[in-house]
């Protein structure tokens, strides 16, 4: 989890979000799950017209469609053409299974494609290395090295931890593979570098053991919110399998109740 400091911008810290319109099986095994593990902020999208209503708001996402679903290649034509015209900081790259080189001359000449003209039947895991390098050159993640999620206030995350005799409880503010932050009910006064073992935290039905050291503290509006870092005694599936896992989840969720 980075270290924010309060005079960095907000932006820095924001991912772009990529969107993958109309994936079919083997982008979705084969590139979505690359760029997954290497902690893009990434979402499927079903919809090329409801997507269209909420570029306004993310202007300077990616979008990687595959043109051999819902339309033909002209009117795929015309919807890049609007939707670079209307949000021009949007960047396109498109897949297909058409290999015709004239096919593949005129598309990329009569369209702005900053992401690629990408062919499906190309070995794929090539592929997912020429994407992950054009998203690293595109600076997509920012300063934000681990993607991260700010489960509701409501509490469908929290927190219990032994410390002084007692169990403690709180509630995660957010969580990423590496660590999270959370508020407790009551503050426990918890020093930077303390060790806390036997942590348990609830993410929905979903419930994680844990190790971790108090990476730090900050007050805001009569608010302790401490910080803290996951030791390497959290096992690879844990961070993976399963926090890596929700957080897509629920990301995408919050998504598709935007677009739809």
Not at 64 to 77: A, G, L, P
Not at 92 to 99: D, E, M, R, Y
Request: net charge neutral; hydrophobic share 40%; aromatic share 8%.
């Amino acid at each position: 989890m980075d270290n924010e400091n309060t005079s960095d911008t907000k932006d820095e810290f924001v991912c772009k979000k990529i969107f993958f319109l109309y994936p079919n099986a083997s982008i979705q095994n084969q590139i979505i799950n690359v760029l997954n593990q290497n902690e893009f902020e990434l979402y499927i999208a079903k919809d090329h017209t409801r997507l269209s209503g909420v570029l306004s708001k993310y202007k300077e996402s990616i979008i990687f469609i595959n043109i051999d679903d819902k339309m033909q290649s002209s009117e795929w034509e015309r919807w890049i053409s609007a939707t670079l015209a209307t949000e021009p900081t949007i960047m396109i790259g498109v897949f297909t299974s058409n290999s015709d080189e004239e096919f593949r001359a005129n598309f990329v000449k009569n369209n702005n494609l900053k992401c690629g003209f990408l062919n499906i039947k190309h070995d794929m895991s090539k592929t997912a290395e020429v994407i992950l390098e054009m998203m690293n050159k595109l600076n997509v993640k920012g300063r934000r090295k681990y993607l991260r999620m700010s489960p509701e206030r409501d509490s469908i995350a929290s927190v219990s931890i032994p410390f002084g005799g007692e169990f403690i409880k709180g509630t995660v503010k957010d969580i990423s593979i590496v660590g999270f932050s959370c508020v407790f009910v009551q503050d426990p006064n918890i020093k930077k570098g303390t060790l806390m073992k036997d942590i348990q935290i609830k993410l929905q039905s979903m419930l994680l053991n844990a190790e971790a050291v108090v990476f730090g503290s900050r007050e805001q509006d009569n608010e302790r919110t401490y910080v803290l870092l996951f030791t390497q005694r959290i096992d690879a599936e844990t961070r993976s399998g399963k926090i890596r896992s929700h957080i897509q989840r629920n990301l995408q969720i919050k998504m598709d109740a935007e677009i739809n």
